[in-house]
């Protein structure tokens, strides 16, 4: 059946499979069939980076990712981040510095920091800006993630 | 979206015989980025997708030689940024890269993908219509090349015929003394698509301009030479006045279209506005 299709693809860290029609995006196959809600949509567009995860390594927009093309991959959601009940340094460096208000990017700031960090572990804050350029805080709290993306370095 | 039919060919040949289906509902897909948004608005209802991405090698890659840069279709804009062949050979692309878009779009669209979408709004067209390109199509009845020039025939529209697929781009080979330079305005917000893409390329002999190219995006239907322009500047000094007459000519040559990004008289400003400073800023 070519409109459908079982995929098998790593999630954070877990071997899993799933069934998903083709013109399911990845986002929807997390959050029905893994209750993972981290990456969550918000303009559907790919501009504001609420639903980044990481496949293969790179930051992605789920609302823009088909379902299918995971088929493979090692994925991984903020929900994959922290090791036996520690935080990951870069959610720490959130917490410490109080890089969110309503909370609701903060996965996908968090994410696009360990893209950044993966680049340029001692990122300028020009670089800072170009990584984080494609999420937006309606809060607008981006001072705060801006300061803990600069402590985020030094912990990781 | 709607349901269709997703295949994944593992070769440029199958991917062929999959996309010539006589049906405008089949397409070629590579990252989604541009397609899935499409099909989100339900702006375009597929009934058969030819994924590329189990084909391996054949369109991969970012190979530098005498003959330029040959760049594989499925290369993604983020491996283009951050290319240092890319960067020796074509810093303007390099540089147009970094505003193109956000890194996460970056990461899975593809130059292929960016040229056969036929977008105006696209930042490289503009860009590769002044450093000289060519396009290689494969086709059931084998392959040829478009050079980029043909290539954008109009809105969301290029020379690629249903069933063929961009399999490689070749970038010309820079001379040394070649100035270039892409201006991107966005009248929203900075992220904005462009308002107005302006890309000029020119030489000079001594004193003198010596060859030109100017190519204006966004504010067009799809991304063009100006020829008035290049006229105007080839063989005049390089300077203020030149630019701000080869800047009206380009003003007066262009047809923009009105949108949300502003009027097309708005945006005939604009043109002139930024490809003045595309030449100004040009090294």
């Keep these: ?156 | 979206m709607k349901a269709f039919e997703l295949v994944e060919p593992a070769t440029i040949d199958d991917a062929i015989a999959l996309l010539d289906a006589g049906d405008p509902g089949v397409r070629a897909v590579a990252g989604g980025s541009a397609l899935v948004p499409m099909m989100k608005a339900r702006l375009f209802q597929p009934t058969r997708l030819v994924s590329l991405r189990r084909i391996g090698g054949a369109l991969r890659g970012i190979h530098a030689g005498d003959g330029g840069l040959r760049i594989g279709a499925l290369a993604t804009l983020t491996e283009l940024e951050h290319s240092t062949r890319v960067r020796d050979a074509a810093p303007v692309m390099s540089r147009a890269l970094r505003t193109l878009s956000n890194v996460r779009i970056r990461n899975v669209a593809t130059l292929g993908g960016h040229l056969a979408h036929g977008d105006p709004h696209m930042d490289l067209p503009p860009i590769l219509l002044t450093l000289g390109a060519r396009v290689r199509v494969a086709g059931r009845g084998g392959e040829r090349w478009i050079d980029i020039n043909d290539l954008f025939l109009g809105y969301y529209q290029t020379a690629v015929a249903a069933g063929e697929l961009i399999t490689e781009v070749h970038v010309s080979a820079q001379p040394h003394d070649a100035r270039t330079w892409y201006e991107k305005f966005t009248a929203l917000s900075a992220d904005d698509w462009p308002t107005v893409g302006a890309a000029v390329w020119y030489r000079t002999a001594g004193d003198r301009i010596g060859e030109a190219r100017v190519a204006v995006s966004a504010a067009t239907e799809r991304p063009v030479r100006i020829a008035a322009a290049e006229q105007i500047l080839t063989g005049a000094a390089p300077s203020a006045e030149t630019f701000g007459a080869a800047a009206d000519a380009a003003a007066a040559a262009v047809d923009p279209l009105a949108d949300i990004r502003g009027s097309a008289a708005y945006k005939r400003e604009m043109v002139r506005v930024h490809v003045r400073r595309a030449l100004e800023k040009a090294r």
Excluded: W
């Design chain 1, 1 to 156: 059946m070519t409109h459908q299709r079982t995929l098998s693809f790593t999630l954070n860290g877990r071997p899993v499979t799933a069934t998903a029609r083709t013109h399911e995006t990845i986002l929807e196959v997390l959050q029905r069939d893994f209750g993972l809600f981290g990456a969550r949509e918000s303009c559907g567009q790919g501009l504001c980076g609420c639903c980044t995860l990481l496949v293969n390594g790179t930051a992605v927009s789920g609302c823009l990712y088909l379902a299918a093309f995971a088929d493979g991959a090692e994925l991984v959601t903020v929900e994959g981040l922290a090791r036996g009940g520690t935080q990951h340094p870069i959610q720490c460096a959130f917490v410490e510095k109080s890089g969110f208000q309503c909370g609701f990017c903060t996965p996908g700031m968090i994410l696009m920091t360990k893209e950044l960090l993966g680049r340029h572990p001692r990122p300028t804050d020009e670089q800072i800006r170009h990584y984080l350029s494609g999420n937006l805080c309606r809060c607008a709290t981006y001072p705060d993630i801006i300061e803990s993306v600069r402590r985020a370095a030094e912990l990781v």
